[in-house]
């Protein structure tokens, strides 16, 4: 589970939950605005014109027009996006982290005992030094609290509940809006081109599945991502399946392209990443027998998003990067490519 | 695995391979009939008019009406079927048994040393009584012996060059055209009001895979079954995903609902078996909020096809046609409520 990694992630999520004011009013944050507005000449408005662009629309162009030699057949048009850090933020740490964390802190009245038990106390007092003492062990303990012991459809009603109170320390709003309109209108013109969009990423499958089909227009049967094992049980005829702390399936890195060969059973000729957890699925696309294509978001802007790649704890891109020169893949500049980070800053874009 | 079961199945298939001619001949099978004709006014054209036909399409009616008070939104019209017994026959053995024995044979001649060593020695000399000495050990050794060790892509052409040359031992045709037309026209009439069809199946997901879009008209990732551990590599720049001699996932059984979670992410609303194996899974169909329809197929047929239920070794119906009755599901009647078994036998049916 990146277990240093995700500690010194905790750390950081500290700290902005600290400096952040716990925001618990209910708002209804259902109205996301998830339609793109597309321009009948232009499938991509929110993308700058320049060579990332022009890159996009031509092999989408070549591959889809019948008689070109690099034609994909519609049921081969496979598209593959992680999604923390390339369909939504990924900063200052991964959003199921506040999640868990959110969890914690809502729980902790039913578990008196917390106040005095590692790591539970850490999280509940922002005391990142014990946090930290308490190793890879408590942080597993810490994401087992939070997403196991209840049904699969508790679960989801938790995580709605959740987007629909919790708002981003920086931006102040739901979660689910910080995602990247360029890349919605890049998914909606794949799937207008017949590709099928699926998400592949190191999440967890039940904590992206509740939203995702809103947020993206994917469906829950077209989302690879981790998981913990589950129960089958019928109790006074009533069936259902519950979520046990343990670990089912790592989907990132090498787990990628297994779990995309395990659930999608075909290799995608589009595939789109922003960290070196996507390399091994890029790398799956890119040996493809019909032309594919890779694309790699940079994260580039500081002032309207976040500036990181080689040294980041959360996203790191480094051995991607240089794999991506190196192979003529698709790099994305945030700052120089999109006009516009979030659908809700659509009005304030200088379009 | 069910091992012990499954070694009965084996001493039977050995028994059926003893006495049926090895068929090596070429062939090309590849024009499968799978449209399947449906006339006008009656969609299951090879379902025997009568309550099993009337109860099929009075649910699908009463869901897909808008205003219907049973109606169900497209998204949540998820339709899972069962393979093995349900879609295609089962006997006189699994047929992905046949397919390992088969491959046991044609790898022989690379393995000299099996002439003298278990489980293999048996297999090649179809002496049932040393491959069950050789217990469960044995036959999970001769499972990922013919199932695992080469990549996804040729497995995949393994698989349908046996399905090209190899041929059922009573009818005398490729496996994959011993699929059931009123099945065929079951799936298709399912599709046309908008239900998405899956199998979940126990059978190996990429033994199916390679076939079941032709056979049933079914996608890659609309199958669920069991599988065995994958490894990904990078060689030469070109990546690859290898199969590994080790259980995965057991999709049988309380296997069915937890792989329909992982893989689809919604409980079905029709769900279709013929086994014990299915039970899970229809129970899981069964607790839909939304009104659900469960169809056990029941094999009463030795003429066309084969009889067989409570006590069989293969597909055992015992458990799950108690809870049917119990619970008012509907079950087919195979000698009753079909006219017609194969597509090949359209040509002579009654009707």
């Known amino acids: 589970m990146k277990t240093k990694k995700k500690i010194k992630l905790l750390l950081l999520t500290l700290l902005i939950v600290t400096l952040s004011s716990c925001n618990s009013k209910k708002e209804d944050s259902n109205n996301i605005q998830t339609e793109t507005p597309i321009?009948?000449?232009d499938p991509l408005p929110s993308w700058e014109e320049g060579k990332t662009k022009e890159s996009i629309k031509s092999y989408v162009v070549d591959v889809t027009t019948e008689g070109s030699?690099?034609?994909?057949p519609i049921t081969d048009r496979i598209a593959t996006f992680d999604n923390d850090g390339n369909l939504w933020s990924e900063q200052p740490a991964y959003f199921q982290?506040?999640?868990a964390i959110s969890r914690i802190k809502a729980l902790a009245p039913e578990h008196p005992e917390w106040k005095n038990k590692q790591p539970y106390k850490a999280v509940l007092e922002?005391?990142?030094k014990s946090l930290m003492a308490s190793g890879e062990k408590g942080l597993i303990e810490i994401v087992m609290t939070t997403h196991a012991g209840m049904t699969v459809e508790a679960f989801e009603k938790i995580v709605k509940d959740w987007l629909a109170k919790a708002k981003h320390p920086r931006f102040g709003k739901p979660y689910?809006?910080?995602?990247y309109q360029p890349m919605l209108e890049l998914l909606n013109y794949l799937r207008a081109n017949d590709f099928k969009t699926y998400i592949v990423s190191g999440g967890g499958i039940e904590f992206m599945r509740p939203w995702?089909?809103?947020a993206y227009g994917i469906p829950k049967d077209q989302v690879v991502g981790s998981s913990i094992k589950t129960e089958f049980s019928l109790e006074n005829g009533q069936a259902q399946i519950k979520r046990l702390p343990a670990i089912d399936f790592i989907d990132d890195k090498a787990g990628k392209p297994i779990g995309i060969n395990?659930?999608?059973g075909k290799k995608p000729v589009f595939t789109s990443g922003n960290s070196d957890g996507d390399l091994q699925m890029m790398q799956y696309g890119d040996s493809n027998k019909h032309k594919s294509f890779q694309l790699y978001l940079h994260h580039t802007d500081a002032e309207r998003e976040w500036a990181y790649d080689r040294d980041s704890h959360i996203g790191q891109l480094n051995k991607g990067l240089d794999y991506a020169i190196e192979n003529g893949w698709t790099i994305t500049d945030m700052k120089?490519?999109?006009?516009v980070i979030y659908p809700f800053q659509l009005n304030e874009a200088k379009n």
Chains 1, 2 share one sequence.
């Not at 030699?69 to 994909?72: A, C, E, L, S």
């Open 176 to 179: 689910n809006e910080l995602i």
């Open 212 to 214: 995702v089909e809103e």
């Open 39 to 41: 321009e009948a000449k």
């Open 69 to 72: 030699p690099n034609f994909i």
């Open 262 to 264: 395990k659930f999608i």
């Open 126 to 128: 922002n005391d990142m």
């Open 336 to 339: 120089k490519d999109w006009k």
């Open 97 to 99: 982290l506040f999640f």
